[in-house]
């Protein structure tokens, strides 16, 4: 089997996703990593996406499937067997993975960076190493257990935008990338100005532009923050002893820009009281990041009365030291699970299902569990 991307079912699928639309997609994805006490690392992120409804699919992708890069103008790139089965999360019905993890552990997901994102040039005597950038989660997932793999061979390959998917998108694919492993390794890997640049995650969060340096450095206007509460004070007898719980956390933003997300969710992550196990662990990821939903409605890009929406369509926890693959949907926001100890990646065909059997909450009725 061939896994690439044609342009006929790019003419189809995403024409429908951008149409209308002038500019950039409003995508907010915001991810996070942490330990538990256990050693269980856990890998999570949202998927914000406003342009349409992404109808993503859970997909199951055996071992030993044939991979080949589509670059554009017919032409093709890497070709590869993947050595790692995989499941991942797709967008729109297109054959590439926005976010996964393998049979190792090693977990990848993509973000959009619009506006900084600049990838590096196809060179036709480098083309059998050169893959789209839309390909890269499939690449990594298919190829490499750990962080550190990853980092040795990004070095070895050149990505670049395929301009095919980006004209019958009708806007540019600016994608981002965040990688960990069970060991809770983490990177961020980027491509601004032609160049790679891999950064060590070690503060737990990744969300959007600017680039992850950046953010790096705009930490250090919230140095401030503390979980403790500030000691009360008093000035000639007035008392300025702060209202209530949380004024230690005074200043920390709660709008939904890319900046804001990023202090937000290292803030949880690095003042998280310890969880011991990976039950505690999934169930404080989930928390987390409900923090990070927004609404539809709230986040609109364009004028009053033409506009596109940011909402929050999907959201995925990995825990990468057991293999399972959690998820829910704003559609049904029960926690489901994908235990690839359970899966066949013995199998010759590449499978899928949508995320939502029924798009409608499922709720549990415990009327009838009073005694009586």
Known sequence: ????????????????????????????????????????????????????????????????????????????????????????????????????????????????????????????????????????????????????????????????????????????????????????????????????????????AMTNSPGYDWHLLNLRNYSNLRPQAPAPRSIDGVSLAPFGAGSGMLGLPGDFTPPSRFIRAVAFVNTMVPVKDAAEAVSAASVMLNNFDIPKGLVREGSPEDFHLGYTQWSVIADMSHKVYYYWTMYDRRMRAVDLSKLNFESKAVSSFPLDRVRTEDVLDRSNDFSH
């Open 1 to 204: 089997m061939d896994v690439c991307i044609k342009k006929g079912l790019v003419a189809v699928t995403m024409a429908g996703l951008l149409a209308g639309l002038g500019g950039w997609a409003a995508e907010a994805c915001t991810s996070l990593t942490f330990k538990a006490e256990d050693g269980t690392a856990i890998y999570a992120r949202t998927m914000e996406w406003g342009a349409s409804d992404l109808k993503s699919e859970m997909v199951l992708v055996p071992r030993a499937i044939s991979f080949s890069s589509a670059l554009g103008a017919g032409k093709t790139g890497a070709a590869w067997k993947n050595q790692y089965g995989f499941v991942g999360v797709n967008a729109g019905g297109l054959p590439y993975a926005t976010d996964g993890m393998n049979e190792a552990g090693l977990t990848v997901g993509a973000l959009f960076f619009p506006g900084f994102a600049e990838y590096q040039t196809l060179k036709a005597d480098e083309q059998t190493t050169t893959i789209s950038n839309v390909d890269l989660v499939n690449y990594l997932l298919s190829n490499f257990k750990t962080v550190d793999e990853v980092r040795q061979a990004m070095p070895k390959i050149r990505v670049v935008r395929n301009p095919d998917i980006e004209k019958e998108f009708g806007t540019p694919l600016p994608l981002h990338h965040i990688v960990n492993d069970p060991s809770g390794a983490s990177i961020v890997i980027e491509y601004t100005n032609g160049e790679l640049k891999v950064f060590d995650n070690k503060v737990g």
